[in-house]
T-cell receptor, first 110, second 110 residues
Framework: EDQVTQSPEALRLQEGESSSLNCSYT??????LFWYRQDPGKGPEFLFT???AGEEKEKERLKATLTKKESFLHITAPKPEDSATYLC???????????FGTGTKLQVIP | NAGVTQTPKFQVLKTGQSMTLQCAQD?????MYWYRQDPGMGLRLIYY???????DKGEVPNGYNVSRLNKREFSLRLESAAPSQTSVYFC?????????FGPGTRLLVL
């Protein structure tokens, strides 16, 4: 059974304090890994897709990386507006389905 | 473009009542999805539609039915609501590998 595990469940950072979120996965034949951001009371918003080990993608203060077993979302010098829940997901169980992790809730304190 | 829209935003039902959650997209997606999101459980797939006229069960389909009315619209029906169906429901459309989510419907079943 495909599984996605995210850690930590929650992370509290001071503004400017860089850190990383982890997403480990168990899936037969990785066809990509997605990162989403979800603000309270809203739907997930797409951030990145990574397709192969060694690939990196960047967007503002966020950088996502991928290895054969896990992905990291690095947050450099975060700001309070980066506070959100970050979800990772992998395609699984056929072309149409996606398995999501339970997310990391990030809080950035001014 | 409005993207993916959902109605209603919030609903309170009594046990045994029925209701339909509406979803529409203007992004020309072939595939559409219904998820529920519960604390600590992540996003779980209820039903999906790979194309107009087709629907398939996801991970947690019991107690739900869906209709893919046309390419734009995909509705989710609860025939006899139960307290266990209290959740936040998200509709999504798919473009290539990426899913784009609506704002969600918060449902409370008393």
């Amino acid at each position: 059974e495909d599984q996605v595990t995210q850690s930590p469940e929650a992370l509290r950072l001071q503004e400017g304090e860089s850190s990383s979120l982890n997403c480990s996965y168990t899936v037969s034949g990785l066809r990509g890994l997605f990162w989403y951001r979800q603000d309270p009371g809203k739907g997930p918003e797409f951030l990145f897709t990574l397709y192969s080990a060694g690939e990196e993608k960047e967007k503002e203060r966020l950088k996502a990386t991928l290895t054969k077993k896990e992905s990291f979302l690095h947050i450099t010098a975060p700001k309070p507006e980066d506070s959100a829940t970050y979800l990772c997901a992998v395609p699984s169980g056929g072309y149409q389905k996606v398995t999501f992790g339970t997310g990391t809730k990030l809080q950035v304190i001014p | 473009n409005a993207g993916v829209t959902q109605t209603p935003k919030f609903q309170v039902l009594k046990t045994g009542q029925s209701m339909t959650l509406q979803c529409a997209q203007d992004m020309n997606h072939n595939s559409m999805y219904w998820y529920r999101q519960d604390p600590g459980m992540g996003l779980r797939l209820i039903y999906y539609s790979a194309s107009e006229g087709t629907t398939d069960k996801g991970e947690v389909p019991n107690g739900y039915n869906v209709s893919r009315l046309n390419k734009r619209e995909f509705s989710l029906r609860l025939e006899s609501a139960a307290p266990s169906q209290t959740s936040v429901y998200f509709c999504a459309g798919r473009e290539q590998e990426t899913q784009y989510f609506g704002p969600g419907t918060r449902l409370l079943v008393l």
